[in-house]
């Protein structure tokens, strides 16, 4: 199939690109490169199927110029990152918001199966044992602009919920928790690729809050290939499905587990919320997702544990970087 992926060079979509690839699809990539890059996409530069567009989402002519000679689209493009949707709001609404609207009507309007890729964070401070598709979302107040990244993507949903039910286009929304892997960047925030940079140069790593925060994290070739399932998949056709791991972990067992594993003599200290985010920031003490729905639907059993991701994510490092090992 010809295949458009909207944030192709970011860090899962450039996954994702690899897979679509590696199946036989033409995949197009439409990226600003804002927050991805092409070092992630140059394995697939000699590939005969494979297209790199630099571009906006925003842009309405080009999306819709790229999705009608498509078969199928996954828009993964989005502004993303806590330091980016702090530091930049509008502009973070504007691309989850119009971004996504662009590229549903686009495939609607030509008949074209879509994904569209949502987060946990819809959840918002929702700390249920097992969070389900259909529980219900707490937010903070809608001043601060720690919740604008929640309520867009809440609404992304919607648009690409209520577009599929009434066209009748195949349509997918995935929540993603807390997905990691190589050609992540702790840059915007993401936490555990941040903490294996601090490890391997051997920085304190910096633990924001009391470090008690509970998370599951997946690797992102678990979840990849589900993406691809479910898309394949009609029972899956308008529905949003959680996708991640089951491993449950503080923030501080994850600082002792990435020193475990990189062998770094990093110490670990605390830094308040607001000396890291700004002032009013909220976090939410446990985030565990029921992948129960995406068992039902494809076998979704995530294979690769906490250790495996961590260390993919530090093999990665030392080979783009050449860090040595610890004496």
Same mark, same amino acid.
């Given at each position: 199939?010809?295949a458009?992926?909207?944030g192709?060079?970011g860090?899962?979509?450039?996954h994702?690109?690899?897979?679509?690839?590696?199946?036989?699809?033409q995949v197009?990539?439409l990226d600003?490169?804002s927050?991805?890059?092409t070092d992630?996409l140059?394995q697939?530069?000699s590939?005969?199927g494979?297209?790199?567009?630099?571009?906006?989402?925003?842009? @309405?002519?080009? #999306?819709?110029?790229l +999705?009608?000679?498509?078969?199928i &689209? *996954?828009?993964?493009?989005? %502004?993303?990152?806590?330091?980016?949707?702090?530091?930049?709001?509008l502009?973070?609404l504007?691309?989850?918001?119009?971004g996504?609207?662009n590229?549903v009507?686009a495939?609607? @309007?030509?008949? #074209?199966?879509?994904l +569209?890729?949502?987060t946990s964070? &819809? *959840?918002?401070?929702?700390d %249920?044992d097992g969070?389900?598709e259909?529980?219900?979302?707490i937010y903070g107040a809608?001043?601060?602009?720690?919740w604008?990244?929640?309520?867009?993507?809440?609404?992304?949903?919607?648009?690409?919920?209520?577009h599929g039910?009434?066209s009748?286009?195949?349509?997918?929304?995935t929540?993603?928790?807390?997905v990691?892997?190589?050609?992540q960047?702790?840059?915007y925030?993401?936490?555990?690729?941040?903490f294996?940079d601090?490890?391997?140069s051997?920085?304190?790593i910096?633990?924001y809050?009391t470090?008690?925060?509970?998370?599951?994290f997946?690797s992102?070739?678990?979840?990849?290939?589900?993406?691809?399932r479910?898309?394949?998949?009609?029972?899956?056709?308008n529905?949003a499905?959680?996708l991640g791991g089951?491993e449950?972990i503080?923030i501080k067992?994850?600082?002792?587990?990435?020193?475990?594993l990189?062998g770094?003599k990093?110490?670990?200290?605390?830094?308040?919320?607001?000396?890291?985010y700004?002032?009013?920031y909220?976090?939410?003490?446990?985030?565990y997702p029921?992948?129960?729905?995406?068992?039902?639907?494809?076998?979704y059993a995530p294979?690769?544990?906490?250790?495996d991701?961590?260390?993919?994510?530090?093999?990665?490092r030392r080979?783009?970087d050449?860090?040595?090992?610890?004496?």
């Amino acid at each position: 199939m010809k295949a458009v992926v909207t944030g192709g060079a970011g860090f899962i979509g450039s996954h994702l690109c690899d897979h679509l690839i590696a199946q036989g699809h033409q995949v197009t990539v439409l990226d600003d490169l804002s927050t991805g890059s092409t070092d992630n996409l140059t394995q697939l530069a000699s590939e005969p199927g494979f297209r790199f567009v630099q571009g906006d989402i925003l842009d @309405r002519e080009l #999306v819709d110029s790229l +999705v009608c000679e498509a078969d199928i &689209v *996954y828009h993964l493009a989005a %502004a993303v990152g806590v330091y980016n949707i702090v530091d930049n709001p509008l502009r973070s609404l504007r691309i989850n918001l119009h971004g996504t609207e662009n590229v549903v009507e686009a495939a609607v @309007r030509h008949r #074209v199966a879509y994904l +569209v890729a949502s987060t946990s964070e &819809v *959840y918002g401070k929702n700390d %249920a044992d097992g969070l389900k598709e259909n529980d219900d979302r707490i937010y903070g107040a809608p001043t601060k602009s720690r919740w604008s990244y929640a309520a867009a993507k809440g609404l992304d949903e919607l648009v690409a919920y209520v577009h599929g039910s009434e066209s009748g286009v195949p349509c997918v929304i995935t929540r993603f928790f807390n997905v990691v892997g190589p050609r992540q960047t702790g840059r915007y925030g993401m936490v555990v690729p941040r903490f294996v940079d601090q490890a391997l140069s051997g920085e304190p790593i910096t633990v924001y809050g009391t470090g008690t925060q509970r998370r599951c994290f997946g690797s992102v070739y678990d979840v990849v290939p589900a993406m691809t399932r479910l898309m394949e998949t009609p029972k899956a056709y308008n529905q949003a499905i959680n996708l991640g791991g089951q491993e449950e972990i503080s923030i501080k067992g994850l600082a002792d587990r990435v020193v475990e594993l990189t062998g770094s003599k990093s110490a670990i200290t605390y830094v308040d919320y607001e000396q890291a985010y700004g002032e009013g920031y909220e976090d939410m003490q446990r985030r565990y997702p029921d992948t129960s729905l995406a068992a039902g639907l494809i076998g979704y059993a995530p294979t690769r544990d906490l250790n495996d991701i961590i260390d993919s994510l530090v093999n990665h490092r030392r080979a783009a970087d050449s860090v040595p090992e610890p004496v």
